[in-house]
Structure formats: C-alpha cells, structure tokens
C-alpha cells in the first residue's frame, strides 16, 4: 500500500508573483529594488514561493534536510511527529508529497543522511534498528527502498561515511568488524558490493580520507599518503607520501579536483607541546597529475586566522581558496596550477583587517561569495579570479552593517541564498552575480521574522527549499519554475486571501513559547555563553555568522532584536562575556582588537557603548572569566593590570572610579581568580595569602578591609574554598582541613565565626558537598557518606541544623541528587530511587516532605530532569518523558501540576531548553527545535505567575 501523507489538510501558500526562467537571464535596463521578485519587477518564476505540506503539523517543524533531485524527483529527509526522521518524496505538490517507507516503524525513525545519486538511484545511510546504521537505496517507490547490505551484521554500525560516486558505482569507507575502516564500493546490489582493496590488513584499517574524483580516477589520502584508484584492486596504488620536518605532523586536506586536475594542502603541526612557533610554513598548496613526480608544492601559505579552513572552491578552470598574511588577513587567492599564477585576488578588507570570505560557490563562470569590508560589511561578492574581476555584487544593507549572507547554492546558473535587510530577517533571494538581477524573491516569514530559506534544490520544474514560518514551522517549499511568465492570483487553497488569513491569524500564540529570531541560519552550535537581564531586555553575545560574537539585545520579538554595537569591526568579533547590570548600565568584557580584553558598559545604545578603563594598557587583556558582583552600588570582578596578576577590582562604571582594591598577593602572581560573592554587605572570595595559600578572604571594598577570615589549613597549603553560597549575610562553602577532608563550611566573615558545619564523611575523607541552593532560608546540597552514599543534605548554617535530608535510594550506592532548583519555599531537585529512574523529586526541607514529584518516565528509565528553575509560582525544566524528547515542562510542586508545557522539536529529536531567565514579562531561555540550531526562545509569563 502506498505510503499517505501525514496531513491530508494542507495549506498552500500560493502567493501573488511573476516569474520565468531560462537559464540565461537578462539585466533589466534599470536596476530594481530589493523587492522586485516580489512585485513583477524580474521574470524569474511562474508561481511565487508555496508551502508545500505542512509535513510535521502545526508550528512543529519537519525540518527537511538534503534536498536530492532524482530523475525530477525530490528526495530528502524530514520528521513528523508519529513515525520521526523518514526518507520523503515530493513533486511539488500536497498530493505528491509524502514518506517513501518508514523504515524503522515507531516515532525513532530511520535518520537517513548522506543522501548521493549514481545513475538515477538514490543510496543514503538510515538505521532500521535491526542493523545499525547502514547502506540504503531508493528508486523514490516503497518497493524500491531496501537495505543494500548489512556490512558488519547485527545492531552494530558499519560507520559509513564520504559516500561518492563515481562512474557507475558508489565508493564510500566503512568497517565490516573484519578488515578495519577501508574502501568499498557497490553496485546497488548485496552481491555488487565489495572491498575495493585492503590496504591495512587485519582488523584496524586504513582510514581513507577526502574521496575526490579527478581525470578518470578516485583518490583519497590514507594518513599523510596520497592514493588513487581505478576501483580495482590491482588499480588502487599509492601516489606519493608527504614527508613532514623532524617534529611536525602533514595533515592532508582540502583535495579538490579543478577541471581534471587535483589541488590539495598540506597544513604541518607540531608533534612536540614544547615546540610553539613552526618554523617551517604552516600550510602549502600542491597539485598532482596522479604520478609520484607530477605532485609537488606549489606555494607556501599562511593558514587562515579565523576560522583555518581554505576552502578551495573549483570556478573558471581556477582553484580559489582562502589565506593569509600578517600584512592582509584572511583574503580571496586563486591557483592556476603555476607558482606564478598562484596569488592573493583582491584586498577586500585592506590592511591585516580579514574580509573571511566564506561559502565559496561556483556561479556559471563566475565565483560568488561573502565577504566583508569596512565600508559594506557582509556582502555578496563575485570574481572571475583577478583583480579588477573582484567586485561587490550588491550591497543589499546599505552602509556598514552588512546582510549576513548564508546558505548560498547555485542551482541552473543562478545563485540563491538568504540574506537580511533592515527590519526584515534571512529571507530568500537570487542572483546572477549582476547588481541588477540580485532581488529578494519574497518575504516569507513576514517583518523581522526570518524564514531562513536554505537546501535550494531545483527538481522537476520546481525550485525546493526549507523556510520557517510563523504558522508552519520549518517545512518544504517550492517555487514553480517555466519559459512562460504566468500570474498567479494571491489566494489561499481554501478560497481566504493571504491578506484575510494574516489579518485573522495572531502572529503567536501568547501562551506558547516563541523563537526569538534565528540569529544565525541552521543547525548550528549555541553562539551564546554570556547574558543578563534589565528592564525586561535581555543582554548577550551572539555570533549571527558575519561580524562574529558581539553584544546583542533583544526585548523579546524579532523588531526589537538587533546588535547593539560592531566593537570589532570584521568577521573576528569581540566576544563579549561576563555581563552584569551597575545602576543604568550593562557592563561586560570585550576585545575591541586594540585595548585587547577589558571592561565596556552601555546604555542600550549603539553611541552609549563605549570603553570602561584599558586597565592593562595596549593590546594585552585584563579581563579574567569570574562574574563580576555588586555591592552597595559599586561592581566587583578580578583583573590582572600587568603588573599585578590577577587581583580584587572595583569600578563606580567611571575611568577614575575603575581600580584596584589590594594587591592580595603582592607581584605578578594572581591572588584572586574569580570566585566572587556578596553576602550581607561584605565580599567573600578565595584568595592566596602569602603565608596561608587559597584561603577564604573577606572585604569591605578598601585596601584596610580585604582581609584573611581563617588559615583552615595552618601553613601555606590553603583549604581552596569552593562553591562560596550566600545564606542571609553568612557564607556556606566547601573546603578541606588537615583532619576532614572536604566538608562544608559557614562563615560569618570572622576566624571565630568560621567553622565545619558537619564532618559527613569522618575523618580524612571527603564528602565532596557541591551544588548548594538556598531554598526557603536554608542551603540543600549533594554530599556522600559511608553509609548512605551521595545522597540530598540541608543545612541553616549551624552544626546542630546540618542533616541527611533523606536517603532516597536506601544503602549505600546513593541516589546522586542535582540539579537544585526552587518553586517558592519548596526545594526541587533530580534523583535515583533505584526503581524510577532519574526523576523530579520535591521537599519542603523535612524528610516526611520529601518525596517523588512525578514519575515522568514511567519504569527504571530516566527522564533526567534538568535545570529546574523558579519564574513566580511555577518552575520550569526539560525532561524526556520517552515520547517527545528532553522537552519544555512545568511544575508547581505537585505532581499534578507538573505537566508538559511545550513540544518545541517534533517528535523522539527534543530541543533540550535550558537557561531559562525570568526578565520582566518574560523568560528567555536557549533551545533547539531541530531546525534553527540553538537560539533564544521567550515565553510570555502571566503577571499572576
């Protein structure tokens, strides 16, 4: 039976266009408007862009990914919610448009990836959850998708990977559990499918590397070797070894075939951690011709500064690249496979400024690729490979910000790619590398919302992409491509207008969490590791792919989320971290590129952002990685001035209110790492004294009043306080004396008010305590004894107050309680019955209150709740129930009221929240809804909690 699309109800967001194409596409007489797409002003299509199936349902996000034409048949991979990540199929249309075979039944799904096409046949690598992850194929049909081989049989992986084709066969390296990691090769068929040759006999293999096509053969590089292959075995023969300097490693990278001939680099790192500069070059371009005399250098280069890729992209019969030197940063170079013809093209960014080109793409007989330059910021360039070739296409954001270029593709001899324009987010947009035919094609996602458009796929007579919006979530769409310039009328399916359907239709839904802003387009890593909140704003660092990590703030939608300030200017970024509020102003560390690390504040204001104190003067930084804290009106934080190391500071947000308290440890040695805490209105911190080691000090903020509280361990050795836990205008902490080891402490600020809480491992032995959280007036905390094992503790700051709360898990082998958290005066934290699995757990602060929460994953399986925190009346958390992934919840500390608050990733993928942080009306907090990467999410919070 054939397989039926999840949603037999789908909009089609048939907008109003006119467009042709026909592969060779004039400029107009006048250059348009970045709008022109949208309003008939370029024949590109026949239809504007459409969803095609809301494949996940709801805002929920399918999430398509590597779109593959087939013989004019899209395959890809994406999620729905009932049978997760499946191999789909679409022509463009609802009805066309469904799951090829559900490979693996149950909400797990497949995962296929790594989708490549030979002769008209689709082979990917999915897990049915038989035999691990495989080699699969697909003629696009039911019947026609099957496992080609179990490689290494049982669950186990073969760890397929660089799946290639060449020829009529596909090449790929995998493991069949008998000869190692080597070359194979198949036909399509279980019989067809063999080890091309073992290089490396016996069980651990050879591990080749960079399959690349080139005149008539495959080659790939096993260690510092260069081979080639005919797919033969007696074919498969070593070209040349790379030698490497008395102490260096070669490391092959970056084999590309230009117009049959084979370019590659050579990067050398040290094998020696004494040795740090290299003194040979650290990266050099060859070529090849496949004989051992024909490979030879071709140049010494310098490898690139931010990000250590070359790049090497095939256009005009050139190889271009990217690298630099102290006198020009990272810049566009080509190859011509001459040392002569082998130079820098353009200084794009002049000076040892970096343009960082990036996504290099071949463009008909053009390269195109972003750059950025002091006067354009991140915009789309082209070359033809010299100089005076080497031009802006557009520039789409006039003036210095930059549009932020990503996801281009060529596709029929267009570009396409998403870019953002003042007040709108990463929309679609095309080019033929002219300024005249470079236009958005629409503004899917509407306003500053992005749609992030990416994967663009021509298929059929269709051009494919993945794009976000608001009502649909991540899904496919399409823009209808033909010779003949139709319009279309702007209607819904349904019969409602665009314009009707949005006016009735509230951009979100006020009771569920939103995505902020896509900040930086895909499925990337978080960008973010720093941020505070004032007013209902949220302030943090953020790396949206163009200018690097700089401060950003947003109050919540996507209009009012924008970089506060460019303190870098260039693709480097100053990386702001450390943020906390002072009176009026957010304060924060940041490398400007000059001043090197130091203090900043600003007022929200791009003019109002501006530099604190060089307090280690030049290019060198004084910034340490310890948060800064704030007592009566003035910020506290260590700094090491060069002359000092790392020592106790104080500013008033001023350059004369900026300096140091006391040298704690007098010289260039640090006596202060971080370790910071307010209580009361005195500052606790470990520090070194010269006679006592890492002790607890205390200050008042004057040289007079910062001072050792207590020598714990007499002599130099230090009892190293850690974990420092403000408890009204006491300290809890954690440290080890010469008779018990590593207990908690409390401390009131004076020797005599400094003292054990409890020896709960007796004697030499330590209780490791860690995680202290004051809930209700008292400090929960995890610690381990002989008898109970780690089990929760709680203390009021006494000896005669500090107690087992409750021996979860009975005996010894402990329920290893975490992540501590609050509601109100009740106390949450995770933890391991022995029969529940890590689940919620709730206290009140008696043994009698403490209890399971909610068993949310019912059985000795885990939920592992995490980072459970109080916004008013309600705490949040993410916890994996085994049906929708580690997802949204909430809790009012009962188990009825603790409940699954969102699905935000579809599906078994989870988009794992955390961080969440209550700013006014709002809490912000980091997630991945397996489309978007990780980026800020907000939820609206009644005023009532």
Not at 59 to 87: I, K, M, N
Not at 667 to 677: I, M, Q, T, W
Not at 758 to 777: H, M, R
């Amino acid at each position: 039976m054939a397989a039926q699309s999840v949603r037999p109800c789908v909009l089609l967001l048939c907008l109003a266009g006119v467009i042709a194409c026909d592969g060779s596409l004039p400029a107009p007489a006048s250059p348009p408007d970045a709008t022109d797409l949208e309003h008939g002003g370029s024949a590109l299509t026949s239809s504007a862009p459409y969803s095609v199936d809301d494949i996940a349902g709801g805002r929920l996000s399918a999430a398509p990914y590597e779109l593959t034409d087939v013989v004019g048949t899209l395959l890809f991979g994406a999620t729905d919610l009932s049978r997760g990540t499946e191999l789909w199929k679409s022509d463009g249309t609802d009805s066309g448009t469904f799951m090829v075979k559900d490979i693996r039944p149950g909400p797990l799904g497949s995962e296929p990836h790594d989708l490549t096409v030979v002769d008209g046949t689709l082979f990917f690598i999915a897990n049915d959850g038989e035999h691990g992850d495989e080699l699969w194929r697909s003629n696009s049909k039911p019947s026609g998708t099957s496992l080609v081989i179990d490689l290494r049989p049982g669950p186990s992986s073969s760890g397929l990977r660089d799946l290639t084709a060449f020829g009529h066969f596909l090449y790929f390296v995998a493991s069949d559990g008998v000869s190692g990691v080597e070359l194979w090769r198949t036909d399509g068929t279980s019989g067809g499918t063999r080890l091309v040759k073992d290089l490396a006999p016996g069980g651990s293999g050879s591990y080749p590397s960079l399959l690349t096509r080139s005149g008539g053969r495959l080659y790939f590089f096993v260690d510092r070797t260069l081979w080639k292959s005919d797919g033969t075995a007696e074919g498969t023969v070593p070209v040349r070894e790379l030698e490497a300097p008395a102490g260096f490693i070669s490391r092959p990278l970056g084999l590309t075939d230009v117009a049959g001939k084979l370019y590659f680099f050579v990067q050398l790192d040290s094998n020696d951690d004494d040795i740090v500069q290299l003194t040979p070059a650290s990266l050099s371009l060859w070529k090849s011709d496949g004989t051992a005399n024909g490979t030879v250098r071709l140049a010494n280069l310098g490898r690139p500064t931010l990000e250590g890729d070359p790049r090497p992209t095939s256009a005009r019969g050139l190889l271009f690249f990217v690298s630099s030197t102290p006198e020009h940063g990272d810049e566009l170079w080509r190859s011509d496979g001459t040392r002569d013809g082998t130079y820098r093209v353009s200084d794009i960014a002049p000076g040892a400024a970096s343009s960082n080109p990036r996504e290099l793409t071949a463009v008909g007989n053009l390269l195109c690729f972003s750059a950025w330059s002091p006067e354009y910021g991140d915009e789309l360039w082209r070359s033809d490979g010299t100089p005076g070739g080497t031009v802006l296409v557009k520039d789409i954001t006039p003036g210095p910000e930059g549009s932020a270029l990503a996801f281009l593709r060529a596709q029929k001899g267009r570009l396409f790619f998403a870019a953002r324009q003042p007040g709108k987010g990463h929309e679609p947009w095309m080019s033929t590398g002219l300024a005249a035919t470079t236009s958005r094609i629409r503004d899917i996602a509407g306003g500053a919302l992005s749609s992030s458009a990416h994967g663009f796929t021509f298929s059929g007579d269709r051009l494919f992409f993945t794009a976000t919006h608001r009502d649909i979530g991540d899904e496919l769409w399409a823009i209808g491509f033909s010779d003949d310039v139709v319009e279309l009328p702007a209607r819904l399916i349904f019969g409602s207008t665009l314009a009707t359907r949005e006016a009735n239709t509230p951009r979100w839904n006020t009771d569920h969490a939103r995505m902020v802003q896509d900040l930086r387009p895909g499925p990337l890593p978080p960008s973010t590791s720093s941020w505070t909140t004032r007013d209902g704003v949220l302030f943090f660092d953020a790396d949206d792919g163009s200018v690097g990590a700089e401060p950003w703030l947003t109050d919540g939608t996507p209009e009012g989320t924008f970089l506060l300030k460019d303190l870098r200017p260039g693709p480097a970024g100053s990386e702001p971290s450390q943020f906390f509020v002072l009176g009026s102003h957010i304060f924060f560390f940041a490398d400007d590129g000059v001043a090197g690390r130091e203090l900043w504040r600003t007022d929200g204001a791009r003019e109002g952002t501006v530099l604190v104190k060089d307090i280690h003067p030049g290019p060198e930084s004084s910034a340490s990685f310890g948060l800064p804290v704030v007592m009566g009106g003035i910020a506290y934080f260590t700094a090491n001035d060069g002359l000092h190391g790392e020592e106790l500071w104080r500013t008033d947000g001023t350059t004369d209110g900026t300096f140091l308290v006391k040298d704690v440890r007098p010289g260039p040695s640090d006596g202060l790492r971080g370790n910071l805490l307010v209580a009361g209105d005195r500052l606790f911190f470990a520090g070194f004294f010269a006679d006592e080691g890492w002790e607890l000090g205390v200050s008042d903020g004057t040289p007079e009043g910062t001072r050792l509280v207590k020598d714990l361990v007499p002599g130099p050795g230090g009892s190293f306080p850690r974990g420092l836990t403000a408890l009204g205008t006491r300290v809890v902490f954690s440290a080890g004396d010469l008779e018990h080891g590593n207990e908690p402490f409390v401390s009131d600020g004076t020797e005599a008010g400094t003292l054990l809480l409890s020896d709960i491992q007796p004697g030499e032995g330590s209780s490791v305590p860690d995680a202290f959280t004051v809930v209700g007036g008292r400090v929960y905390f995890a610690a381990s004894d002989p008898v109970n094992g780690r089990e929760p503790w709680l203390t009021d700051g006494t000896p005669g107050g500090t107690s087992l709360l409750l021996d979860v898990r009975p005996g010894p082998e402990g329920s290893y309680p975490g992540w501590f958290g609050a509601v109100g005066n009740t106390a949450l934290f995770s933890a391991d019955d022995g029969v529940h699995g890590q689940e919620p757990w709730r206290s009140d602060g008696t043994p009698e209150s403490t209890a399971l929460l909610r068993d949310l994953r019912p059985g000795p399986a885990h939920s592992e709740p995490r980072w459970m925190t109080d916004i008013g009346g309600l705490a949040l958390l993410h916890a994996d129930d085994g049906e929708h992934g580690s997802e949204l919840w909430r809790t009012d500390g009962t188990w009825a009221g603790t409940q699954l608050r969102q699905e935000l990733a579809p599906g078994r993928l989870g988009a794992l929240p955390y961080f969440f942080t209550r700013a006014g009306p709002h809490v912000f907090f980091l997630a991945d809804d397996g489309a978007h990467g990780i980026e800020w999410w907000v939820l609206d919070v009644p005023t009532s909690g």
